[in-house]
């Protein structure tokens, strides 16, 4: 088979094909373009079918025999097999990479999450059990959780690592024991034993100083009359009261000499001693009023204080009243003589509170009259 072209439009094509038949036909394909010299196509008996080449922006039609489009297509599936082939191996070699990078990154952030992981905290307490044996003890979170039959979500009342998220007084009542949180004071008091954390603060130390001597037999005349976590409770509202007091106590003077002084007597030094006492008062009474609002909501709350009165008893609270059940009579009657004494321990302290509350507000009270006065002083002036 052959293929001739005129040079001007079209470029040369030449196939060269053989047929078994020496007859042949003629096959006449006009040009496309003008004043161009037709295509002639001398072909043995065969089925011819025309195919677009584009060859330089141009197209060419050409006829392939059928036996020729059979080779032709085997060779480009071949090749397509082969490209696929190829393909596939370079996906898997790809995936494998990728998959390679993946584990060693996984490995990486895992060995950078083991080494960065946070420790279970530790903490160093105080135990002080019921006897008045004193021992200094490491202590982790689960461990006391497990002891106490606390919460996680209990523990951050108490947590010191919290101690500017915490800051308010509270007394949360547990199943098993009691959370106290009084300024630099953090304890759990339960049956048998007190856990102290920053038992070297000045909250921590008057509290042990309070706490031991009312354990002490012969001081108490035989022992305790309430049992332990009532003990210490009190002696923690104790020992806060009286540092407050006498905190109150000390400032007191010093604001007096101060009222006495001016304003006939106006220096730098005076004014700033003034200052001073005047933020001192106003953290003394906001302490006592923080202590005092706690102590009334939970004088006004005697579901809580049922609470605190079954606890270590065989006794439970019906929904609905709060009504004091017991399996034993006798402790139920117990119970019922606790609640009025914590009801009576509550209403004291709370008295005191208050009183110390009231005599900041009107030391403060007098110091800001005076500054007033001062100010006029300074505008006649």
């Not at 490491?138 to 915490?166: A, E």
């Not at 004091?324 to 009801?343: L, N, R, T």
């Amino acid at each position: 088979m052959a293929l001739a072209a005129s040079p001007s439009h079209l470029h040369l094509l030449q196939l060269s094909g053989h047929s078994p038949s020496p007859a042949a036909h003629y096959l006449l394909l006009a040009s496309p373009w003008p004043n161009s010299t037709s295509i002639s196509l001398k072909s043995s008996q065969i089925h011819l079918s025309p195919v677009a080449l584009k060859v330089a922006s141009k197209i060419t039609c050409s006829a392939r025999s059928s036996t020729e489009e059979d080779s032709l297509s085997d060779s480009d599936s071949l090749a397509a097999d082969n490209e696929g082939g190829e393909e596939g191996r370079e996906d898997k070699k790809l995936q494998h990479q990728s998959s390679a990078v993946a584990t060693q990154r996984s490995a990486v952030s895992s060995g950078d999450f083991l080494s960065l992981g946070i420790r279970e905290p530790v903490y160093e307490v105080v135990e002080i059990k019921f006897d008045g044996k004193v021992s200094i003890r490491k202590i982790n979170r689960r461990q006391l959780l497990k002891s106490s039959g606390l919460r996680p979500r209990d523990i951050r009342s108490v947590d010191p690592s919290l101690f500017l998220t915490n800051s308010m007084p509270s007394l949360l009542v547990r199943e098993h024991a009691i959370l106290l949180n009084l300024g630099s004071l953090r304890a759990i008091a339960m049956q048998e034993r007190v856990l102290i954390f920053d038992y070297n603060c000045k909250g921590g130390k008057a509290f042990i100083d309070v706490l031991l001597p009312r354990l002490n037999p012969k001081n108490m005349n035989g022992g305790p009359c309430m049992p332990f976590e009532l003990e210490v409770v009190e002696a923690a509202l104790l020992s806060r009261i009286q540092r407050l007091e006498q905190r109150l106590m000390d400032l007191e003077p010093r604001v007096q000499a101060l009222l006495e002084v001016l304003p006939n007597r106006l220096t730098g030094d005076i004014l700033e001693q003034l200052r001073i006492s005047k933020q001192t008062l106003v953290e003394l009474g906001s302490r006592a009023g923080a202590l005092g609002q706690m102590l009334l909501d939970l004088l006004e709350d005697p579901h809580e204080i049922r609470r605190i009165c079954i606890m270590g008893r065989d006794c439970t609270l019906r929904k609905g009243n709060d009504d004091m059940e017991c399996s034993v009579p006798s402790e139920k009657q117990i119970a019922e003589e606790e609640e009025e004494e914590i009801e009576m321990l509550l209403e004291n302290y709370l008295q005191r509170c208050e009183s110390c509350h009231g005599h900041a507000e009107r030391l403060l009270d007098s110091a800001k009259e005076m500054e007033d006065s001062i100010a006029v002083n300074l505008r006649c002036r």
